[in-house]
């Protein structure tokens, strides 16, 4: 977001609540921002993924505790008059929704942990819309034209499975029969995030309505229907084998998990936090079998790509049963800087 600035007399229509000194002058500061036509889950493409919207933002004056705001529908340019000289924290808050559980109104926000500490849930992100935040420190002075960047982040984090190949090699009551790749999906997705902060777990985290896709693609669950493009592919039933490696890259989304170590469900007496997990659901033969590859700790705006995939033997019949080892599935899933996820909109990896 560039911002400039151009001192301009203060004007009694002000409202009160904005009244600076007498002396004081008033800068109009131009935000502008600039995206993709759409935002990328599963069918669109990666350079959609920066797509902007509907955005505000905000401008608080530490010192006196008022605040500009404006937001806009499209990404034209945005205009507040701020007091020179003043320190202001801007926040810009992107794609965020008018209606649902979610739902955000920026003419209800009054101080900054409005914003800070407005919950978003997952379903919010839309496949015209991931959810962005961001903020940064200005001044504006008086005179000469200012820029100032706000970077925002999304707050979803992504993961990537990158392909996989079947090796039955050492296996040979398995070599003879038909492997299938019945559906890809991330399980253990945490419903809501801070728009401030990484994690918000709350008063739900240790219980199973925290989460979404506990036991795999909603086994006893009912969840919105905007969850499933953000979560899983189903029904992609294509047959792999050693000489036919599967090539297609498939991407879904979830709020940021700071649980990075799994667990085996069968040690647990009742439910606790869960790490995220990537499941790959096949059938060898006629038996159902799944691939649990265990996310890292994972954080908003941060790519985690499953690569270098290989399946050696049959997998479990569960997948939050945690048995998988190097004989039956290898892989790297790993942080990574990917170029589709900086440039436009000015959205940024650490």
């Known amino acids: 977001m560039a911002l400039s600035g151009c001192a301009v007399p203060y004007s009694p229509e002000e409202p009160a609540w904005y009244a600076p000194e007498a002396d004081s002058l008033l800068v109009n500061v131009v935000f502008s921002i600039s995206g993709a036509e759409s935002t990328k889950v599963t069918g669109v493409s990666y350079e959609d993924e920066s797509a902007i919207g509907r955005w505000a933002v905000f401008a608080f004056d530490s010192r006196a505790g008022h605040f500009r705001r404006e937001s806009s529908d499209t990404e034209a340019p945005l205009t507040l008059q701020l007091i020179a000289g003043r320190n202001y924290t801007c926040y810009a808050i992107v794609n965020y929704p008018l209606t649902g559980t979610g739902a955000f109104d920026p003419s209800s926000v009054r101080t900054s942990d409005d914003l800070t500490e ?20 200005v001044t504006p002075m008086q005179g000469a034209a200012q820029n100032v960047t706000i970077n925002v982040k999304r707050l979803v984090s992504r993961i990537d499975l990158r392909g996989l190949t079947v090796d039955f090699s050492a296996k040979p009551n398995l070599a ?10 991330v399980t253990n997705a945490y419903r809501t995030s801070l728009y401030g902060n990484d994690y918000s777990f709350q008063e739900l985290s240790g219980t199973r ?36 490696p599967y090539t297609v890259n498939h991407s879904f989304y979830t709020f940021p998990n700071p649980t990075g170590e799994a667990e085996d469900i069968r040690t647990i007496g009742g439910w606790t936090r869960r790490c995220t997990r990537l499941v790959i659901e096949a059938s060898i033969g006629s038996d159902i079998v ?37 004989d039956i599935i290898m892989a790297d899933i790993v942080p990574i800087i990917d170029d589709s996820w900086d440039g436009a909109g000015n959205i940024v990896l650490d």
Request: aromatic share 10%; charged share 20%; proline share 4%.
């Open 118 to 137: 407005k919950v978003a849930y997952l379903g919010d992100n839309r496949k015209q819309a991931l959810l962005m935040f961001g903020n940064a420190s």
């Open 290 to 326: 799944y691939y649990a590859i265990t996310a890292p700790q994972m954080e908003r705006n941060c790519i985690y790509a499953a690569s270098n995939v290989i399946i050696r033997g049959r997998g479990s019949n569960d997948p939050e049963i945690i048995d998988i080892d190097p």
């Open 209 to 244: 309505q925290a989460w979404y896709n506990t036991g795999g693609w909603h086994r006893g669950e009912s969840p919105e229907s905007s969850i499933d493009a953000l979560l899983g592919d189903i029904g992609i039933n294509t047959v792999i084998s050693a000489g036919n």
């Open 176 to 185: 003879g029969k038909t492997f299938t790749l019945r559906s890809v999906y």
